[in-house]
């Protein structure tokens, strides 16, 4: 067996309020003991996740803006072959190897703004219209984070001043073009037609033609509607409890008892001396 961890970041490992991931300190030691990937799979940006990454010490894929693609760190576990053979939408950025899993937003801004043009009915501001100023009103960020928040590669954040009628037509019109439109708390997202899931199974298959001869298992941990993909594509799903009670079909479905970092090792400390005493005993 070889365990692979997918977690979702905000109020899942960091803490709501604080992003302190102090709490999941043990759990977090023994993964790294144990030399088990522990990929982040979060709705962040790559330049916002690089700094967690980098914080929490972690060599690992990141796999960034919801799905949209994956992030491969230069020398790390997978060979440049490995990627290369796996993924056909290559970009390269700093340090990292970006692997798209559906249409990027380099590829989809212009049809996009296209169709918004072709419409007067597509009334829609994004990222792309906005400076960093505005950027910092509408998140409510510091200007170096909005700065980390506007360094897209694979979605589109927009507020839609239109109709909801012309939304539900404009959002007809992008799937034709193999993208979609998700609806969040501060902006609508525009991506290509990947999730975190995706993500979750393009790792699972690329671990697994590194260790033929091992079982992939997969531990996925999430708090959101935007994870329940993950959460159901896991073989063990760990829901951190938050507003919204999610109920994964995993095979195996374990509900945290604390929020957050605090719910995140608890759970995590109790499924991995489970799996580790089993492959002791195999
Ligand atoms: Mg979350």
Redesign the pocket.
């Known amino acids: 067996m070889f365990l692979v961890v997918h977690t ?5 490992l960091l803490d709501h309020d604080t992003y302190s991931w102090e709490p999941a300190q043990e759990a977090l030691s023994l993964l790294r003991e144990k030399s088990i990937p522990l990929i982040l799979n ?2 962040k940006t790559l330049a916002e996740m690089k700094v967690i990454s980098a914080e929490l010490d972690l060599t690992y894929p990141l796999v960034c803006e919801n799905g949209s693609f994956i992030a491969f760190p230069n020398g790390g576990y997978f060979s440049q072959r490995t990627i290369e053979n796996h993924f056909t939408n290559i970009e390269k950025g700093a340090g990292y190897t970006l692997c798209h899993l559906g249409i990027s937003r380099t590829q989809f801004l212009a049809k996009i703004h296209q169709l918004r043009e072709n419409n007067p009915l597509y009334e829609f501001e994004g990222y792309a219209d906005w400076d960093s100023e505005t950027i910092s009103k509408y998140t409510g960020l510091p200007s170096e984070m909005a700065e980390r928040s506007s360094a897209r590669n694979g979605t589109e954040p927009i507020h839609w001043h239109g109709t909801d009628e012309d939304f539900q037509q404009f959002k007809q019109e992008l799937t034709s073009h193999e993208l979609k439109a998700v609806s969040g708390g501060r902006f609508t997202h525009i991506s290509g037609l990947s999730d975190k899931a995706t993500g979750l199974d393009e790792l699972k298959r690329l671990y697994q033609a590194t260790q033929s001869n091992k079982k992939i298992m997969t531990i996925a941990l ?3 509607p ?2 329940l993909g993950m959460l159901n594509a896991a073989d063990i799903a760990i829901v ?1 409890p ?1 507003h919204t009670t999610l109920s994964p079909h995993a095979p195996d479905v374990i509900h945290a008892k604390s929020k957050g970092p605090k719910g995140w090792n608890e759970s995590m400390m109790e499924v991995l001396h489970a799996l580790l005493n089993q492959m002791e005993s195999m």
Do not use: K, R
Not at 8 to 12: C, E, K, Q, S
């Open positions: 979702d970041l905000d109020a899942t979060s709705s999430g708090d959101s935007n994870d951190i938050n």
